[in-house]
């Protein structure tokens, strides 16, 4: 089922408040949208099942990255833990130029990314199953991206563990998160000078009619990661850093 006239003209406004025209995108994110749903019926995918909750928190929540000026050029970005795609194929629909791997440790949702990769016709855009704690490192992926990106993965301090080693020098990584970080920023300091990171800052704002509050905490590649980082899967969780 594609997107109705009613969600459609719902992404066109939402866009509009992000800066964005995606009147060129229509057909690729209704065609996302039947895909999904049609996954969430073989699998669970989602937790969000109408077409304004898929719209407003999946579609929409991914490209607020797009408020940030960091996908100019040619960029090689990780999506880290995607789940269903989520930033990684809306980025790429609205950047195509954008170089995409999208990362999850669990195979079902895996299959849908490289499903939906397919059905869109995205060139330039891998899924990409494992542990990030395995795969960080591994030579192809250790300190291979320009950007980083995850969206409600894990708390900031195992974020800043799993995600910086995959950064180049001088990349950056961005986490979305709610309103309520301020807790996950106060021990992020002491985990970010052991990982080679620095806080850039935080950029606040409400989500495009829902009002729900969003976050996006910027991290910087100022020094290389030390090889033992990240540790064992599952230790970053278990015992994390901050």
Not at 25 to 44: I, P
Not at 85 to 112: N, S
């Amino acid at each position: 089922m594609p997107l109705s006239p009613q969600g459609q003209a719902l992404l066109l406004r939402g866009g509009e408040a992000l800066g964005l025209d995606l009147a060129p995108h229509l057909e690729a994110f209704s065609r996302l949208y039947d895909l999904l749903l049609e996954g969430n019926r073989k699998a669970s995918l989602t937790a969000l099942r109408t077409e304004e909750e898929i719209v407003l928190k999946h579609f929409l929540d991914s490209l607020t990255l797009l408020r940030l000026p960091l996908w100019e050029g040619p960029l090689r970005v990780l999506d880290l833990g995607t789940g269903p795609g989520f930033p990684g194929l809306p980025l790429k629909i609205v950047r195509p130029e954008l170089e995409m791997v999208l990362l999850d440790a669990t195979r079902k949702k895996v299959a849908f990314v490289e499903e939906a990769i397919a059905a869109l016709g995205l060139r330039g855009a891998w899924a990409l199953w494992g542990r990030a704690e395995v795969l960080a490192h591994a030579p192809e992926h250790r300190e291979a991206y320009g950007r980083v990106v995850a969206r409600a993965v894990a708390p900031l301090c195992v974020l800043a563990e799993l995600g910086l080693p995959f950064l180049a020098p001088e990349g950056v990584m961005v986490a979305q998160k709610g309103p309520r970080v301020e807790e996950e920023l106060s021990g992020l300091p002491e985990a970010l000078e052991v990982l080679g990171g620095a806080l850039l800052g935080v950029e606040t704002f409400p989500l495009p009619f829902s009002g729900e509050g969003r976050s996006l905490v910027l991290l910087k590649k100022a020094h290389p990661t030390p090889s033992r980082y990240p540790r064992r899967p599952g230790v970053p969780e278990r015992n994390p850093l901050c």
